[in-house]
């Protein structure tokens, strides 16, 4: 239950109908009983994330959720089931983990971390201009 507690302190800026339903959600991926194991791992990925809005709590649960389902998908390929569904093990898996990297990759984006793009060379044509050094977007 302690564990509980701190998954409802990280989200206590939310309503708390809402944090119910992320818990309960996070309970069912997890697959958790009493012991709340999953619910730890689940509450430290959502931590490292720091969610500052319900829709980044939402996507941090999707990415827990895909990545929790990614590795029991591959716990089941290594029961030896055959060539062919092997394959489509394997498929899934690669998909989920594609699927994984775009929702991180969107995430990011959502977050409005700012990215930086270096540009090693630079050609300038007769009576052309360059700008040289940091450029900056303004939000006006």
């Given at each position: 239950m302690q564990n509980l507690q701190k998954v409802r302190k990280s989200l206590a800026d939310f309503d708390p109908d809402f944090t119910d339903y992320i818990i309960k959600i996070l309970m069912n991926i997890?697959?958790?009983d009493d012991n709340c194991v999953?619910?730890?791992?689940?509450?430290h990925i959502l931590k490292?994330?720091?969610?500052k809005d319900s829709l980044e709590v939402m996507a941090a649960v999707q990415l827990i959720g895909n990545f929790e389902?990614?590795?029991?998908?591959?716990?089941?390929a290594s029961y030896g089931c055959g060539s062919e569904p092997m394959v489509r093990i394997t498929n899934q898996s690669i998909k989920l983990q594609?699927?994984?990297f775009n929702g991180m990759s969107t995430l990011k984006k959502y977050k409005n971390e700012p990215q930086n793009i270096?540009?090693?060379?630079?050609?300038?044509?007769?009576?052309?201009?360059?700008?040289?050094?940091?450029?900056?977007?303004?939000d006006s």
């Open positions: 997890m697959n958790d999953g619910l730890n791992a689940a509450f490292s994330i720091n969610p389902l990614n590795n029991k998908i591959r716990g089941y594609n699927a994984f270096n540009v090693n060379k630079v050609e300038v044509s007769k009576g052309g201009q360059a700008i040289v050094g940091n450029v900056t977007k303004s």
